[in-house]
């Protein structure tokens, strides 16, 4: 079996609540191999985001191994975990955090020049990625001249920029009405299987739930496989 992009074992993390402490994860564990999509359920509150962002080294734990490729990140140096965040971790979130002033193409394209990458062989890139997410006619548009939809497709090609082996995803599609939510989460599937890419993505929309491969849920601080709910047989 192919090694786990992503491990994460033994993870705690509490938070101080109303003079006690809030408890959100209790030695939680999780694997996410290459080529993935893993769905995280569950409602508002109980921990897929503090999981997300412990996983994609946006914030440390009060205990526990965080593993990309192999390597536990969580002791060392900030420069390091922020090259790796970098090079090996893409991130969505709700909210898609454009830059206003640039064209879409551009939004793309400048975190791959922030790392290094030509600015000509960057906007080719943006300009694939963004067209395999349905926006190839939409290039030189602003944010403020796109749908609610083609801002967030954006936002998902800029995750995928650098090529990252690992997508995070924190309710991309949880500020989208239903039928625009099913639009940019198709492409956001079918983009990631082109790219390889191991995907995480944290959603409390269920009708998602027949995309992924996986399904796991949050449940007393720990990490466990999601069990459909057991619909009652109307009798007569």
Same mark, same amino acid.
Request: aromatic share 4%; with cysteine; hydrophobic share 40%.
């Given at each position: 079996? +192919?090694?786990?992009?992503?491990?994460v074992r033994n993870l #705690?993390?509490?938070?101080?609540?109303? =003079?006690?402490?809030?408890?959100?994860?209790?030695?939680?564990?999780?694997?996410?191999?290459?080529?993935?999509?893993?769905?995280?359920?569950?409602?508002?509150? *109980? =921990?897929?985001?503090?999981? %997300? #962002? +412990?996983? =994609?080294? %946006?914030?440390?734990p009060n205990a526990g191994?965080?593993?990309? &490729?192999?390597?536990?990140?969580?002791?060392?140096?900030?420069?390091?975990?922020?090259?790796?965040?970098?090079?090996?971790?893409?991130v969505v979130y709700q909210?898609? #955090? %454009?830059?206003?002033?640039?064209?879409?193409?551009? &939004?793309?394209?400048?975190?791959?020049?922030?790392?290094?990458?030509? +600015?000509?062989?960057?906007?080719?890139?943006? +300009?694939?990625?963004?067209?395999?997410?349905?926006?190839?006619?939409? %290039?030189?548009?602003?944010? *403020?001249?796109?749908? =609610?939809?083609?801002?967030?497709?954006?936002?998902?090609?800029?995750?995928? @920029? &650098?090529?990252?082996?690992?997508?995070?995803?924190?309710?991309?599609?949880?500020?989208?009405?239903?039928?625009?939510?099913?639009?940019?989460?198709?492409?956001?599937?079918?983009?990631?299987?082109?790219?390889?890419? @191991?995907?995480?993505? @944290?959603? #409390?929309?269920? &009708?998602?739930?027949?995309?992924?491969?996986?399904?796991?849920?949050?449940?007393?601080?720990?990490?466990?496989?999601?069990?459909?709910?057991?619909?009652?047989?109307?009798?007569?």
């Amino acid at each position: 079996m +192919a090694r786990p992009i992503l491990s994460v074992r033994n993870l #705690h993390r509490s938070y101080p609540s109303g =003079g006690g402490t809030l408890t959100v994860m209790a030695g939680a564990d999780i694997d996410i191999y290459p080529g993935e999509m893993v769905g995280l359920v569950g409602p508002s509150g *109980s =921990g897929k985001s503090t999981l %997300l #962002h +412990a996983a =994609g080294l %946006l914030e440390k734990p009060n205990a526990g191994e965080v593993y990309i &490729n192999g390597r536990e990140c969580l002791k060392l140096p900030d420069d390091q975990r922020t090259r790796i965040r970098r090079e090996s971790v893409g991130v969505v979130y709700q909210f898609h #955090h %454009l830059q206003k002033e640039f064209t879409a193409l551009e &939004n793309v394209a400048i975190p791959q020049m922030i790392s290094g990458v030509a +600015a000509k062989k960057a906007e080719a890139e943006a +300009a694939r990625l963004l067209t395999g997410m349905g926006l190839g006619g939409r %290039l030189t548009h602003r944010p *403020s001249e796109m749908s =609610g939809g083609e801002q967030q497709r954006v936002a998902i090609a800029r995750a995928l @920029a &650098n090529r990252p082996q690992m997508l995070l995803g924190d309710e991309p599609t949880g500020n989208l009405d239903p039928a625009t939510s099913d639009r940019v989460f198709r492409s956001l599937f079918d983009l990631t299987r082109q790219e390889g890419v @191991a995907a995480l993505i @944290a959603t #409390h929309n269920m &009708n998602l739930v027949p995309f992924f491969d996986r399904v796991l849920t949050v449940q007393d601080g720990l990490v466990v496989p999601w069990v459909p709910p057991v619909m009652p047989q109307i009798s007569g």
